[in-house]
């Protein structure tokens, strides 16, 4: 069953004017979980493969990566990988890379065949991982220490390693600007790498924020997003790092999606149990609405076709996949 997408006059609403301030709120209509078969335990990053039309889920506890059709939400495959962090997506290679991070690994996966076609041993845990379509290198973060491992997939290696502070978090690749933006904990930072030299180019200090998680960008309006431990969602100008604005956020955020279309910003909070919604304005962010969701789930994606949220949770004895679908209301 494909899910509904927000009516044609709301979305005609919101393409027509570049900050859609007439929708008065976001609901989000959850439906029915589904169950994961011969699956269980949490999650870490979850994306998506607009191209391929997958949702892609590092599935750390189970050992897996796991691929599911994003039309239908059916399963496609657990991919045997060990402990799955961060996948960094060559949609045009047909490729996807997976930092794995008790077996300290970069694994590839063919994304045709899902089958394993190689591996980089890495010297830490892997994280988070991105894949640059500029220079076809892939970035993995070493899971909360102070590398930024820069690996040549055709080659099979590492070839250069930033220095960064420690703790570092979620990566995001800046297509307009040629730039990777690394969310760092320990010093509250987002540090700025230009991947032509492999080095630190800025820290931006994301004040009143600390501890980020989150982060996602909005490239057509040079905003970058930030979620803070400490219940701050930040709105940095990612062409010179200023704060922007900030807004109150649930405890418990982790990771972020956006829908650059629809300006909407989804944090869901694993120790509130709900998934809140904000959107990007002029003046920076204003809250849209709320949902309730699982407890213990962070991870969450958007399709930017279809504007539906999916998240993935595990309980005790399951794992899931659900997709909630966007409703704009509008003010008359």
Known sequence: M?????????????????????????????EKPIVIKDAKAGFDFIQVDT?????LANHTRNGTFDVFDLDSGAL?????????QGVAVDEKGGKYYVGVSKEKKLVT???KTLEKTGEVTLPGPADDALFNPTNGLVYVCHDDGKDLWVIDP??????????IGEAPEVLVYDAGADRIYQNIKSSSVVSVVNPATNKVEHDWAVSPATGPHGLALDGATHRLFVAGANG???VLDSS??????????PPGVDQIAIDPELKLIYCPSSKQGTLTVYRETEAGVESAGEVAIA??????AVDPKTHAVWIVYADTKQAFLQRLVPTLHLKP
């Open 109 to 111: 996966i063919d994304a």
């Open 232 to 234: 701050r969602l930040v």
């Open 240 to 249: 010179n790092g200023k704060l922007v604005a900030d807004i109150g956020l």
């Open 51 to 55: 191209l391929a039309r997958r949702l």
């Open 2 to 30: 494909k899910p509904n997408t927000p009516s044609i006059a709301a979305l005609i609403l919101v393409l027509i004017a570049p900050w859609p301030c007439r929708a008065e709120a976001i609901v989000l209509n959850p």
């Open 76 to 84: 496609i495959k657990l991919c045997p990988v060990g402990a799955a």
């Open 295 to 300: 407890k213990g789930c962070h991870s969450v």
């Open 154 to 163: 055709s080659a099979g290696k590492i070839v250069a390693s930033v220095e």
